[in-house]
C-alpha cells in the first residue's frame, strides 16, 4: 500500500501565486485532514474532511481552500499565497471509527 | 473546544535511562482517544501509541507506555531504556468521538539522547 501520497515534496511560491498542493490516499479512509506545521507550534489543523463531498474549517483555514470530491483525494488550494503561508503542510487519512491518522511525507512550501 | 499541553519544549537523557514526555488535555467530551506521534529529523510523522479515555488499563507499545490519569486529565509518554534512534520531536494528540472527528495536537516537546 502507498498509504498517503503527498505531492510535491518541496515547493517554491512568489507572493500572490496560487497553488495546489495534492493528497492522495489508498485505504479507503473516509476522514482526511490538513496541517501546517511551523516552529513551536505544533501541527494546526487547516482543514478536513468526514468523506466525500463534506468539508469543515479547521484552526487556521483563512486563505485556504479544500474540496473532496473522491474519497481518495483531498487537494489543498492557496488561492493567493503570502509569506505567512510559509510553512510544512502534511496531509492525513483516517478510517475514522475510532481509528488514528496515518500521515502523509509532508510539503515544505515557501513563499518568497 | 479540544486543547493539548506540552510543557517541555526540550528534554536530555542518557542512553537506557528511562523518560516521561509530559501531556495535558482539556475537553468536555467523553470519548475520546490520545495519540503519541514521533517525528523525526526526516520530517516524517510516525505513530507510536493510543489510548482510549475508556479503557482501563495504560497503553503499552514495547518500550514506549502511555500513563493515563483520567481525572487529572494527563496522558504522560514512558519510554524506558532510551536508545540514541529516541532522539526527535514528540507529539500528544487528542481525537474527539463526538462529532467530527478532529486530531488537536500539542506544541510537542524534543527529545534528545546522550550516549
Known amino acids: 500500500n502507498a498509504g498517503v501520497t503527498q505531492t510535491p515534496k518541496f515547493q517554491v511560491l512568489k507572493t500572490g501565486q496560487s497553488m495546489t498542493l495534492q493528497c492522495a490516499q489508498d485505504?479507503?479512509?473516509?476522514?482526511m485532514s490538513w496541517y501546517r506545521q511551523d516552529p513551536g507550534m505544533g501541527l494546526r489543523l487547516i482543514h478536513y474532511?468526514?468523506?466525500?463531498?463534506?468539508?469543515d474549517q479547521g484552526e487556521v483555514p483563512n486563505g485556504y481552500n479544500v474540496s473532496r470530491s473522491t474519497t481518495e483525494d483531498f487537494p489543498l488550494r492557496l488561492l493567493s499565497a503570502a509569506p505567512s503561508q510559509t510553512s510544512v503542510y502534511f496531509c492525513?487519512?483516517?478510517?475514522?471509527?475510532?481509528?488514528?491518522?496515518?500521515f502523509g511525507s509532508g510539503t515544505r512550501l515557501t513563499v518568497v | 473546544a479540544q486543547k493539548i499541553t506540552q510543557t517541555q519544549p526540550g528534554m536530555f537523557v542518557q542512553e537506557k535511562e528511562a523518560v516521561t514526555l509530559d501531556c495535558t488535555y482539556d475537553?468536555?467530551?467523553?470519548?475520546?482517544?490520545l495519540f503519541w506521534y514521533k517525528q523525526p529529523s526526516s520530517g516524517e510523522m510516525i505513530f507510536l501509541i493510543y489510548?482510549?479515555?475508556?479503557?482501563?488499563q495504560n497503553a503499552t507499545e514495547g518500550r514506549y507506555s502511555l500513563n493515563f490519569q483520567k481525572a487529572r486529565k494527563s496522558a504522560n509518554l514512558v519510554i524506558s531504556a532510551s536508545q540514541l534512534g529516541d532522539s526527535a520531536m514528540y507529539f500528544c494528540?487528542?481525537?474527539?468521538?463526538?462529532?467530527?472527528?478532529?486530531?488537536?495536537f500539542g506544541t510537542g516537546t524534543r527529545l534528545l539522547v546522550s550516549p
Open positions: 492525513a487519512s483516517s478510517p475514522g471509527a475510532y481509528r488514528g491518522y496515518t
Open positions: 485505504m479507503n479512509h473516509e476522514y
Open positions: 474532511s468526514v468523506g466525500a463531498g463534506i468539508t
Open positions: 475537553t468536555s467530551d467523553q470519548s475520546y482517544g
Open positions: 489510548q482510549g479515555s475508556y479503557d482501563e
Open positions: 494528540a487528542m481525537l474527539s468521538y463526538t462529532g467530527f472527528q478532529k486530531l488537536v
